[in-house]
Nanobody, 130 residues
Framework: QVQLVESGGGSVQAGGSLRLSCAAF????????????MAWFRQAPGKEREGVAA???????TYAASVKGRFTISKDNAKNTLYLQMNSLEPEDTAMYYC????????????????????WGRGTQVTVSS
């Protein structure tokens, strides 16, 4: 069983930056992050959860149109940690941000579909004020 723990959320003004982290714990395979597909999702009050960015086992990345050019997803395999660097934040980015991952060597069809992922963190809140 894998546990994902997000951190790094907070409150910032529009135009500011935050870096979210998602640490993977519990899997006996030390290189877990290197061999799974991972993603960041977010959910704003009253809205459905949406995919923000994803990174695959080849470290190829993809982004939602609303964050492309402002957010960067990356991972540190040695630390078993996923990151989301968020720049030029806008009030519309206010949401709870969740980390998601597949099982070891798992594949993903549509990265923006929640059911593609097996493990989820509890989320970290990001609030952007105008």
């Amino acid at each position: 069983q894998v546990q994902l723990v997000e951190s790094g959320g907070g409150s910032v003004q529009a135009g500011g930056s935050l870096r979210l982290s998602c640490a993977a714990f519990g899997d006996s395979y030390s290189a877990y992050v290197n061999n799974v597909n991972m993603a960041w999702f977010r959910q704003a009050p009253g809205k459905e959860r949406e995919g923000v960015a994803a990174i695959n086992t080849y470290e190829s990345t993809t982004y939602a149109a609303s964050v492309k050019g402002r957010f960067t997803i990356s991972k540190d395999n040695a630390k078993n940690t996923l990151y989301l660097q968020m720049n030029s934040l806008e009030p519309e980015d206010t949401a709870m941000y969740y980390c998601a991952a597949t099982r070891l060597y798992g594949s993903v069809g549509n990265w923006q579909q929640e059911h593609e992922y097996n493990y989820w963190g509890r989320g970290t809140q990001v609030t952007v004020s105008s």
